[in-house]
Nanobody, 126 residues
């Protein structure tokens, strides 16, 4: 089992920045990819970014590429999502997730992730 706890969400003005964190506990000795997804009211869960277990391979959703950066610290068992140039359409609940697969290119599909956090709200005002 892997437990995931997100933090860092909040209210920010358009153009601002936030950094989300996701702390993992439990089977932290396992190698797994970490992903961030988001879900706005009435919309499907959307892929945001992911990083492989080594930290050297990343994948980004088209809507956030160039603005968001994912990184991980395997000593702290934490993954981060630095979000810059935020837009009102980035408003959503952001979830982190763990994929126990060892793919060098981390997955974009939610169903491939076995463990999920409870989510953290990000609201971007215009």
């Amino acid at each position: 089992q892997v437990q995931l706890v997100e933090s860092g969400g909040g209210l920010v003005q358009a153009g601002g920045s936030l950094r989300l964190s996701c702390a993992a506990s439990g089977r932290t000795s396992s190698r797994y990819s970490m992903g961030w997804f988001r879900q706005a009211p009435g919309r499907e869960r959307e892929f945001v970014a992911a990083v492989n277990w080594r930290g050297g391979g990343t994948n980004y959703g088209d809507l956030v590429k160039g603005r968001f950066t994912i990184s991980r610290d395997n000593i702290k068992n934490t993954v981060y999502l630095q979000m810059n140039s935020l837009k009102p359409e980035d408003t959503a609940v952001y979830y982190c997730a763990a994929d126990l697969g060892l793919a060098l290119v981390p997955a974009r599909i939610p169903s491939l992730y076995e463990y999920w956090g409870q989510g953290t709200q990000v609201t971007v005002s215009s």
